[in-house]
């Protein structure tokens, strides 16, 4: 009894050398020291600012929308130093960390003023607070959009050149969305989906690619949209957007981007050139076609693809128009004129042939 007495004496010896604020005696479950001038030993009144922290993150996330949100905090090392040093000297365990409990104050603060939750699974917002420089980030969750497109110009390539300055990554320069440009189906489909979220960059998946002079018609190409950082997770999209040159398709908000290579389908038009007149006799060549193809490139890579259906019209003494329904992925232009790929056209019908143009009249994902 006597000795217990002694070393209670002594912890309140050693405690009256350390003032400790109300949060950190509290939270140590330690005797409240006699107010003074000086600072907390442990958080040097790091509790005292959360409140204006909160106030000013508050502010900024006027211009967002969500429903639940979680923090994270930088604080220098040194406060963890002499919160263990407190924790050792009175022998104290089983409570939280000073770090813990700055975050979990700055959170409940941050909750009640937005009227929100604190979600530490799956937030839509991440709010990162850093102490030792008094500045805070706000990160939102990213929105998938799945959508199709038409396209009906000859004159837009599918791809967006990214800006020569940043290369992609966002900078003053392109007003920190990456594009060098919007005139393209990525860089329309982008420019319009940056004003429908409030967010500055937005990252396109196309199911498959066309040339510059190709159409996409029918159901449309399918592509999905990763929109970074938006501000408007809640917008309602309008079912069929007109842009220029381009059309929006079946657009809708998803979970997630399915993992991995989607298969597809298509439903081509090729309209082809050839040297010379080609008998009916050597066009039907076509369509005894094995399948699956092979279809070897330099003789090295190899792809296996498939061809479903396909049908041939003369349109002129040269020049044919071909129907086919294949496997996404086989490099049309390629295996109508290219002599580094087998099979090829200009071999099966014994002349030389050239792609005028080819475009989309349907494409169908296998599920």
Same mark, same amino acid.
């Given at each position: 009894?006597?000795?217990?007495?002694?070393?209670?004496?002594?912890?309140?010896?050693?405690?009256?050398?350390?003032?400790?604020?109300?949060?950190?005696?509290?939270?140590?479950?330690?005797?409240?020291?006699?107010?003074?001038?000086?600072?907390?030993?442990?958080?040097?009144?790091?509790?005292?600012?959360?409140?204006?922290?909160?106030?000013?993150?508050?502010?900024?996330?006027?211009?967002?929308?969500?429903?639940?949100?979680?923090?994270?905090?930088?604080?220098?090392?040194?406060?963890?130093?002499?919160?263990?040093?407190?924790?050792?000297?009175?022998?104290?365990?089983?409570?939280?960390?000073?770090?813990?409990? @700055? #975050?979990?104050?700055?959170?409940?603060? $941050?909750? +009640?003023?937005?009227?929100?939750?604190?979600?530490?699974?799956?937030? /839509? &917002?991440?709010?990162?607070?850093?102490?030792?420089?008094?500045?805070?980030?706000?990160?939102?969750?990213?929105?998938?959009?799945?959508?199709?497109?038409?396209?009906?110009?000859?004159?837009?390539?599918?791809?967006?050149?990214?800006?020569?300055?940043?290369?992609?990554?966002?900078?003053?320069?392109?007003?920190?969305?990456?594009?060098?440009?919007?005139?393209?189906?990525?860089?329309?489909?982008?420019?319009?989906?940056?004003?429908?979220?409030?967010?500055?960059?937005?990252?396109?998946?196309?199911?498959?690619?066309?040339?510059?002079?190709?159409?996409?018609?029918?159901?449309?190409?399918?592509?999905?949209?990763?929109? @970074? #950082?938006?501000?408007?997770?809640?917008? $309602?999209? +309008?079912?069929?957007?007109?842009?220029?040159?381009?059309?929006?398709? /079946? &657009?809708?908000?998803?979970?997630?981007?399915?993992?991995?290579?989607?298969?597809?389908?298509?439903?081509?038009?090729?309209?082809?050139?050839?040297?010379?007149?080609?008998?009916?006799?050597?066009?039907?060549?076509?369509?005894?076609?094995?399948?699956?193809?092979?279809?070897?490139?330099?003789?090295?890579?190899?792809?296996?693809?498939?061809?479903?259906?396909?049908?041939?019209?003369?349109?002129?003494?040269?020049?044919?128009?071909?129907?086919?329904?294949?496997?996404?992925?086989?490099?049309?232009?390629?295996?109508?004129?290219?002599?580094?790929?087998?099979?090829?056209?200009?071999?099966?019908?014994?002349?030389?042939?050239?792609?005028?143009?080819?475009?989309?009249?349907?494409?169908?994902?296998?599920?």
């Amino acid at each position: 009894m006597k000795n217990q007495k002694t070393a209670q004496n002594d912890s309140s010896k050693n405690l009256e050398k350390h003032f400790l604020c109300n949060f950190c005696s509290s939270r140590l479950k330690l005797k409240k020291t006699i107010q003074t001038k000086q600072k907390c030993f442990i958080c040097k009144d790091i509790f005292e600012r959360i409140d204006n922290f909160a106030t000013r993150i508050v502010e900024d996330l006027v211009s967002y929308d969500f429903s639940n949100f979680e923090t994270g905090i930088i604080i220098k090392p040194s406060l963890m130093d002499r919160d263990d040093h407190i924790k050792s000297e009175f022998q104290i365990k089983g409570v939280n960390s000073v770090k813990t409990k @700055i #975050n979990h104050e700055l959170s409940r603060r $941050i909750a +009640r003023k937005t009227k929100t939750k604190i979600n530490h699974i799956d937030a /839509d &917002l991440v709010i990162k607070v850093n102490f030792k420089d008094d500045s805070y980030k706000i990160q939102s969750k990213s929105v998938i959009v799945y959508g199709r497109y038409i396209k009906k110009s000859r004159m837009l390539p599918q791809k967006q050149l990214n800006c020569i300055n940043c290369l992609g990554k966002g900078c003053h320069v392109c007003h920190f969305h990456g594009l060098e440009n919007f005139d393209s189906v990525e860089g329309q489909i982008t420019k319009f989906l940056i004003k429908k979220f409030g967010c500055e960059q937005v990252r396109i998946n196309c199911i498959g690619g066309e040339e510059k002079s190709s159409l996409v018609l029918g159901n449309g190409r399918p592509f999905f949209a990763k929109i @970074i #950082n938006p501000k408007k997770r809640k917008s $309602i999209i +309008r079912t069929k957007p007109k842009l220029e040159g381009i059309k929006l398709l /079946d &657009l809708r908000k998803i979970s997630e981007q399915p993992k991995g290579q989607i298969s597809f389908k298509s439903k081509i038009d090729i309209i082809i050139k050839t040297e010379n007149y080609v008998k009916n006799k050597t066009l039907n060549n076509l369509q005894i076609l094995e399948m699956p193809l092979q279809i070897s490139i330099n003789g090295k890579k190899t792809v296996v693809k498939k061809i479903y259906k396909i049908n041939f019209k003369r349109l002129a003494s040269k020049r044919l128009k071909i129907n086919m329904y294949a496997d996404g992925g086989i490099p049309i232009k390629s295996l109508i004129q290219n002599h580094e790929i087998t099979p090829n056209f200009t071999h099966l019908l014994q002349d030389n042939c050239q792609c005028v143009q080819f475009d989309f009249k349907k494409i169908d994902v296998v599920s």
